[in-house]
DNA sequence: CTTTTTTACTTAAACGTTTTAGATTCCAAA
DNA sequence: TTTGGAATCTAAAACGTTTAAGTAAAAAAG
C-alpha cells in the first residue's frame, strides 16, 4: 500500500503543505476556490493524515487510559465489562480511542504509556491504591476514578451511592414485615463496608430495630465464600427471616446455600443483592435487589475526564439507584 | 510534570543523542562505562522516551485494533468479553495496546486508525462483512479474524468447530435414547447454520437415522426468537423428546417456554446448548451443552496476528471443544 | 612503524505533521 | 498613482525519536 503524504498531495494540488494542513483542519486562511481543489484531492487519493506525527506535533495522543486493577471473577468482570461499554460509547462520539491496561510491576506502578506521552487521560476502575492515585496526580495526566469506593478527597470519582442502596434494600425488606435480618458484607474494602453498614443500620433505627450483632458480621469476598457466610447463618438455632447481600453474587452464592440445606426460597428465608448483575434474572427465583446502571456509570466517568482534559473543574458524582423488585423476598404481612 | 528529552539526558550525561538512543534500546556501538552513566541518569529522571516520536520514525504503532461488529445481547457481549480476555492477556505480554473499535460509517468501513498508521495489525470479531475484509487486504495491515463462521479462503480466521460441536451433542442425545430430536438453529449467518446442520444430520445418519422435517427448520436469531420457536415445537402434537439449541441463549429461551408451557426439564423433554456460556450454569436445569474456551481463541487470535505481523505465513485454526454434562438432558435407557 | 580493522562515539537527516512568521497578491481608499 | 491592509499563500522550524554515514581513537595486523 503505497503510503501517500501531505507532501504528495501538496503537490499533485500546486500548493504548500500548510495550505493542504489548513484544509484538512478546517481552518482560515485558504480561498474557498483552492479549498475545493485540495479537497477532491484528498477525497480520490482517501489520504489520511499519519496520526503519529499528527500526534507528536501536537503533544496529543487522542488516547485514554483505561486502568483496570485486575480481572478476578467473571461476576465482577462482567460488572465492569458493562461500565466499559458506556466508556467506550461516549469514547467513540469523541473520536478517543481507549487502551486497556493494568498496573505494571508489584501493581502500583503506571503503565508506561502514561509517562510517554500516549495518554491524553486515565480512568481508574475498581479500587485502587492510594499509591497509583498519587503516582497519576504526579504524572500530570488528568483522571477519574470510577467504582472506587475509597472517595479519596480531591479526587473526582464516579460511583454509586451503595450506602443508599443498602438503605434502600433494608427498607424494602422492613416493609415487607422483616425484623430479624441479617447481612452478608464485605470488609475487604473498608470503605465500602462503611458505607453499607451505615445504610443497614440507619434503616433499622428508622423502625426503632438494631440490628442483631450475630447477624451482621458476616464478611464474605465472592460466590464462594458467601455460601459458607451463608452456612453458619441458616443453620444457626434461629436464623433469619431475609439475608441482605451487599453484592448480588454474595446472595448468588448465598442463596445456592440455602438449597443445599433444603430451605425454600423465599418461603423459608428471603434474599436480597445490590448491583443487579446479568445473572441475578437468571436465577431461580429471579434475585430482588437494587440496580445501578453501569453503563451510565462508564458514560459519567468519559464525560468528566473529558471535562478534566479540557482544564474544567469537575465534581464527583454519586450515581442514584433504583429498587428491582423480583421473586427473591417473601411478604410476611398478607399471608 | 517537566517534560525530559532525549537530548537533556544526553546533556546531562556528556554525550550524543544516539548514544542515550543506544542504551535505551540495549544495541550495541557504546562502551560498558558510558552505557551505565547514561543508564544511571535515565533511572534518576525516570525518563521515558516518547512514544508518539518513536512511532513516527519507526512507522510502527504499537496497536492493534480490534474490531467488533456491533454490540448485541448481554449473551454474546459475553462470549465476545472472554475471547477479548485472551487477547487482552497475551497483548500485555507482548507490549502490544489494544483499541476496541468498530466499523464506521455504513458499517463497512474501516475505523480510520488502519489507515493513519495507528494500527500494526486488526482483530475482526464476530461475523464480518466481505466488504470489510477486502477493505482490510487492500490497507496492507495484517489481519485475522476471530469467531466468523463464514470462513472465506484465504484469509487466517480462528474458529471453533461448531460442525463437530453440533455432531458431538447430537451423538450425546442419541446415546441418552433419544430419536426424536428437534434442533433450533440460526439461519442469519448462512455459513454457520450448513456447519451446525451437517453435524446435526451427520450424527443422525451414523446411527440410521433421518432428522424429523418438522423438527429442523426451526430458526432463531435470539434468547427471544428461540421462545417462540420453542413454543411451535413444543405445542405440537408429538413433540420431541429433545431439543438441541445451535447456542446456549437459544437453549436458554427455549427452556423458559417449556418451563411456561408446564413441561418438567429434562423429564418431559430435554435441550443442549452449544458455547457453554457462563448463564448455562446458573440456570435450572443446569444446561448440558457444548463448550469452547473462549478465553484461549483470544490467545489463538493474538498469537497469530502476531506472526502475521512479523511476516510469517499462518494458518486458520478450528478449535476443538468439549462436552459439558449438566442437568438439561434425561437418560431415556436407564429408566 | 605504518596500515588496516575494530570500537566508540557524533553529526545530521529522516519520519509526517502543524504552525509561526514572513512573502506575495489583490483591492479599496487616499 | 500611491498606500495600506486584508486575504491568501508559502518556507521553514518544530515535535522527539532512530539511524545512516562519518570521524576519531584504539587495537590488530602487516
Redesign the interface.
Known sequence: ?KKVTVKEIAKMAGVSVTAVSFVLNDKPGVSEETRKKVQKIIDET?F??????K??VLNK?FNICLIINS?SS?FE??FY?EIT?GI?NRS?KYNY??????PTGSKDELP??V????TDGIIFMQDISRKLTDKAI???VPFVVVDSHAAISGITSINADYRMATHAATKFLLDNGHRDIAMIASETVPEFHTQTLAGFTEAMKEYGLTPNPDYYGISASGEDTAYEAAKKLLSSKKRPTAVLCTVDSFA?GAMRCAKDLGLSIPHDVSFMGIDDI??SR???PKLTTVGIDKVEMGVLAMDTLLQKIKGKKTDSVLLPMELVIRDSVRNLLHK
Do not use: V
Open positions: 500500500m482517501g489520511k493524515p499519519n496520526l503519529n506525527s500526534k507528536l495522543s480481572f467473571p468482570d462482567l465489562f461499554r467506550l467513540q480511542n481507549i487502551t486497556i491496561s493494568k508506561d504509556m509517562y510517554s506521552g500516549d504526579a504524572s500530570g448468588i446479568l445473572l437468571y436465577i431461580e
